[in-house]
C-alpha cells in the first residue's frame, strides 16, 4: 500500500525537490509595515538624542538602580590609586621560576604560590585521569 504512494509523489517532484522544501529556512509572513506602538526597532537606527557633551561627562548604562541615574565621570584624582593598576601585566609562573624565590615582592610571592598549587593540582589531575 506504501508503494502506491510513494509512486505519484516520485513522478510529481524529486527527492532534493521534496527536501529543498522542508528544508528551507522561511520567515513568518509579514505586511513589512510595523503596528502602531508595536516593540521593536522601526525603519533603520535613530539618530542619538543625547548631545556630545552628555556623552563625555556620563557613563551611560552603569546604572542599576531602577529609579537611579548613570554616574558622571569624575576627574583622574577623585578615582583610587590602585584603579589605574588593574590592567597592568602579572609575570607568568614559569617567569617567576626564573627569579629568585627569596628576593620576590609579597604579591609576587603571592602570585607565584597561587600559580605554582594550580599547576601543581592540574598535574595531579592529569594523572588520576590516566590511571
Given at each position: 500500500?506504501?508503494?502506491?504512494?510513494?509512486?505519484?509523489?516520485?513522478?510529481?517532484?524529486?527527492?532534493?525537490?521534496?527536501?529543498?522544501?522542508?528544508?528551507?529556512?522561511?520567515?513568518a509572513?509579514?505586511?513589512?509595515?510595523?503596528?502602531?506602538?508595536?516593540?521593536?526597532?522601526?525603519?533603520?537606527?535613530?539618530?542619538?538624542?543625547?548631545?556630545?557633551?552628555?556623552?563625555?561627562t556620563?557613563?551611560?548604562?552603569?546604572?542599576?538602580l531602577?529609579?537611579?541615574?548613570?554616574?558622571k565621570?569624575?576627574?583622574?584624582?577623585?578615582?583610587?590609586?590602585?584603579?589605574?593598576?588593574?590592567?597592568?601585566?602579572?609575570?607568568s609562573?614559569?617567569?617567576?621560576?626564573?627569579?629568585?624565590?627569596?628576593?620576590?615582592?609579597?604579591?609576587?610571592?603571592?602570585?607565584?604560590?597561587?600559580?605554582?598549587?594550580r599547576?601543581?593540582?592540574?598535574?595531579?589531575?592529569?594523572?588520576?585521569?590516566?590511571?
Amino acid at each position: 500500500m506504501s508503494t502506491s504512494l510513494v509512486k505519484p509523489l516520485r513522478s510529481t517532484a524529486t527527492f532534493k525537490e521534496v527536501i529543498g522544501v522542508v528544508g528551507r529556512r522561511t520567515f513568518a509572513a509579514g505586511g513589512g509595515k510595523s503596528k502602531k506602538g508595536s516593540k521593536g526597532g522601526g525603519d533603520g537606527p535613530q539618530a542619538s538624542l543625547l548631545t556630545k557633551e552628555v556623552k563625555s561627562t556620563t557613563v551611560f548604562g552603569a546604572n542599576i538602580l531602577k529609579d537611579g541615574q548613570d554616574p558622571k565621570i569624575l576627574p583622574d584624582s577623585e578615582y583610587p590609586d590602585w584603579l589605574w593598576h588593574l590592567l597592568d601585566k602579572h609575570p607568568s609562573l614559569s617567569a617567576l621560576r626564573r627569579k629568585d624565590v627569596g628576593s620576590l615582592p609579597y604579591e609576587d610571592l603571592k602570585r607565584f604560590v597561587k600559580l605554582d598549587n594550580r599547576a601543581r593540582i592540574k598535574e595531579n589531575n592529569s594523572m588520576k585521569a590516566k590511571t
